[in-house]
């Protein structure tokens, strides 16, 4: 469920699945991008972070991309800071 803050200039959202977030939904925040996306993110604990962006623009597309975004102090010479994709949707209207 995604929707506009209190002061309307920001969106809050709340997100939930059953392998991530057991047992309890989280909160995200975010904004508006330019061209119509959404951009959200929420702290998971410990800096790890989840980044969720939705792209509704073109009326027969959708996308959904989620990555996790890793701390600094939990990177290695393997695994980079930062984020890295988890789950890319793209579902057309046809």
Do not use: C, F
Not at 69 to 91: D, L, Q
């Amino acid at each position: 469920m995604i929707g506009p803050s209190a002061d309307g200039n920001s969106l809050v959202a709340l997100w939930a699945d059953s392998w991530h977030q057991k047992p309890a939904p989280m909160l995200l925040s975010g904004s508006y991008r330019a061209g119509g996306t959404l951009e959200l993110e929420g702290d998971y604990g410990g800096g790890w972070r989840w980044r969720v962006r939705v792209d509704a623009t073109e009326a027969e597309d959708l996308r959904l991309e989620m990555d996790n975004v890793i701390p600094a102090e939990h990177a290695t010479a393997e695994i980079s800071a930062g984020p890295y994709p988890v789950m890319v949707m793209h579902t057309r209207r046809g």
